[in-house]
C-alpha cells in the first residue's frame, strides 16, 4: 500500500471572506408518525452549529456514525435546508435562496459522495458522466475537457468510451472526481470518499484528492469518521458528536492535545492511518475498548 503523503497547511489571506460559514445551524426531522395517537418523533440532526472554513483551506469533518456529518454537508451544498440559523457561502447567504438563484453555488461547489456506484449512473458512458454537469449548466463539453479530466485523475483517454461497472472501485471514485472537477468548482465537498474503497487503493485515491485541491486551489471539505485519516489530509477540523461541533482546531492540535471529552475519547481510541486504511473504524475501536490501538 503506498504511503499517504502528510500536507503541509498553505498560507491563508486573513482578510478573504471566508469560502463557507454556518451560523446556528439547526436540522430536525421528523420521523414517520408509527401510531395515530403519538406526534411523529423528532430527529435533531443539528443543534446548532457554527463554523467557518476559509478560502483555500482542508477542513475536516469527523464524527462518529449519526453524529450529522452528512447532514451538514448537505445543507452547505443546498441539497437540504436549515430549520433555522444561516448558511453564508463566498459571501452569499443561500439559507433561504431558490434553486434558481443557486447557480453559483452548483458551479462552485461540487460533491463527491463515499459509494461512487450508487452516484454514477450505470447507463451512461463515462464521457457523459463527466460531461454531465458541464451540459446541466449550459456549458458545451468538449471532449478535450473529458480527456483533460480522465488525465488528471490518472485513468486513460479511452475510459470514456466505457461503462461505470467495466472500471473498479478506485477508478469509479476516480470517475467521480474527474465529473466533480468538471465545472471547475472552488469548493470540494467529499464525504467519507474512501471509506467504500477497497483497502488497496484508500491511499492512492486520498493522495489524490490531496494533489489535485493543491494544484487547483481548491477549498476541500472532506468528512470522516476516522481523524487519522483527517489528519493527513486536512489543516484544521471540527469534531462533532450528536448533531454538535464540539472541538475545532488545526488538526495536529486536536489530535496531539485533544480538549473535548470526546475528542479525547476519539484521540484515545484512534486507530493507525494503516489501520484506518485497512478497515478498522474508530467506532470499531472504541467497541472493543482495551484493545491497543
Ligand atoms: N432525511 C432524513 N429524515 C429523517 N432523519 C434523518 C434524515 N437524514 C438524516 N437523518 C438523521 O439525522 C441524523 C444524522 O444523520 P447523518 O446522515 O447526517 O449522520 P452521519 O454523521 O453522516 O452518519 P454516517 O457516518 O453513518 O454517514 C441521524 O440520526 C439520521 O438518522
Ligand atoms: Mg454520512
Do not use: W
Amino acid at each position: 500500500m503506498p504511503e499517504i503523503r502528510e500536507h503541509i497547511p498553505a498560507a491563508h489571506q486573513p482578510d478573504a471572506e471566508p469560502a463557507i460559514k454556518l451560523i446556528d445551524v439547526v436540522r430536525n426531522y421528523t420521523r414517520p408518525r408509527t401510531s395515530l395517537l403519538r406526534s411523529a418523533p423528532a430527529v435533531h440532526a443539528l443543534r446548532g452549529v457554527n463554523l467557518e472554513v476559509k478560502q483555500g483551506e482542508r477542513f475536516g469533518i469527523v464524527g462518529e456514525s449519526g453524529c450529522g456529518k452528512s447532514t451538514l454537508l448537505r445543507i452547505i451544498a443546498a441539497l437540504d435546508r436549515a430549520s433555522s440559523g444561516h448558511v453564508i457561502v463566498e459571501g452569499t447567504d443561500i439559507t433561504h435562496l431558490p434553486e434558481r438563484r443557486l447557480r453559483f453555488l452548483r458551479e462552485n461547489l461540487q460533491l463527491v459522495f463515499q459509494d461512487p456506484m450508487s452516484s454514477l449512473d450505470p447507463r451512461m458512458r463515462v464521457r457523459d458522466i463527466i460531461a454531465e454537469p458541464l451540459v446541466v449548466q449550459g456549458h458545451p463539453a468538449s471532449g478535450q475537457r473529458v480527456r483533460e479530466l480522465l488525465e488528471a485523475v490518472g485513468l486513460s483517454a479511452d475510459a470514456g468510451d466505457r461503462y461505470p461497472h467495466q472500471f473498479s472501485g478506485g477508478q469509479r471514485q476516480r470517475i467521480s472526481i474527474a465529473r466533480a472537477l468538471a465545472p471547475r468548482p472552488r469548493i470540494l465537498v467529499a464525504d467519507e470518499p474512501v471509506s467504500a474503497l477497497d483497502v488497496s487503493v484508500r491511499a492512492q485515491v486520498l493522495n489524490l484528492i490531496s494533489d489535485l485541491v493543491d494544484e487547483l486551489n481548491l477549498t476541500l471539505v472532506f468528512v470522516s469518521h476516522d481523524l487519522s485519516v483527517v489528519k493527513h489530509v486536512c489543516d484544521r477540523v471540527a469534531v462533532m458528536n450528536a448533531g454538535q461541533i464540539v472541538e475545532t482546531g488545526y488538526t495536529g492540535d486536536v489530535y496531539a492535545a485533544p480538549q473535548h471529552p470526546y475528542t479525547q475519547r476519539l484521540v484515545s481510541a484512534i486507530p493507525t492511518l494503516h489501520r484506518a486504511l485497512s478497515g478498522a473504524t474508530t467506532t470499531d475501536l472504541l467497541a472493543t475498548k482495551g484493545e491497543p490501538a
